[in-house]
């Protein structure tokens, strides 16, 4: 007899506008792949949630240097179009809040819509602050696929005060967890919850990590 095995997940807390997690997004999909049977729940940081201050000299320094460093470890591609703007708002709530309306409405999307607009971000130059950039981006996703949900009720939606309260959810819940950097990966087992990186990590790291976890919550022969 054994005995019942307890649910495993993971919990993937992050920001689209995060470069480290747009470094993480390889690894994070070739563990996904190499474990396509664990769920993962998406649930949205806020790193620079209601930010109102134009970028500056400083900032554009210090993120250029930062996402060289990321680029270097992750080998993703970095645009420099955001630097040679003058008006850039580091704003990442609508960005989330993007991902938070796709979930909400088309949760098998969510994580695609995520990755689509660190694409478009980081490797694009496009500004994922605009409502109308973000409602393009969907529309990118949602082409690929046969949801019906599309571009109108993306906008209403996006723009609706429940979205902008369950993106505050999000970025509470990660404050309660005790979550200070991005990107972050608990695995849940048993209804409890352990770290298996807070931060980038390769994917050999990772495995490692979820393969003793997913071992320590084997079903025991009685």
């Known amino acids: 007899m054994t005995t019942p095995t307890p649910a495993l997940s993971l919990i993937y807390v992050g920001d689209p506008m995060c470069s480290w997690c747009y470094g993480f997004g390889v690894p994070l999909g070739q563990l996904l792949e190499r474990f396509p049977e664990v769920p993962v729940q998406l649930v949205l940081g806020g790193l620079r949630a209601y930010n109102t201050q134009v970028m500056d000299a400083a900032l554009k320094d210090k993120l250029r240097n930062a996402w060289a460093g990321v680029a270097q470890r992750s080998g993703q591609p970095f645009s420099q179009a955001l630097f040679e703007r003058a008006d850039f708002i580091y704003d990442t709530e609508p960005a989330c809040r993007a991902v ?3 979930r909400q ?7 695609h819509m995520y990755h689509a ?13 605009k409502a109308a950039v973000l409602a393009e981006i969907w529309d990118e996703v949602h082409g690929r696929t046969k949801e019906t949900w599309g571009h109108i009720d993306f906008l209403r939606d996006f723009e609706s ?5 369950q993106t505050r959810d999000d970025f509470l819940q990660a404050q309660r967890w005790g979550v200070r950097g ?8 048993g209804g409890q919850a352990q770290v298996l990186t807070s931060g980038y990590a390769e994917l050999d790291l990772l495995v490692e990590s979820l393969t003793r976890v997913i ?3 084997a079903p025991k022969p009685q």
């Open 117 to 129: 607009i660190q694409q478009a971000f980081y490797a694009q130059g496009r500004d994922v602050t």
């Open 100 to 102: 938070v309306t796709v």
């Open 182 to 189: 991005f990107p972050t990966l608990l695995m849940v087992a």
């Open 105 to 111: 409405h088309a949760p098998a999307l969510a994580l």
């Open 161 to 165: 005060e429940d979205m902008r309260q």
């Open 215 to 217: 071992a320590a919550a």
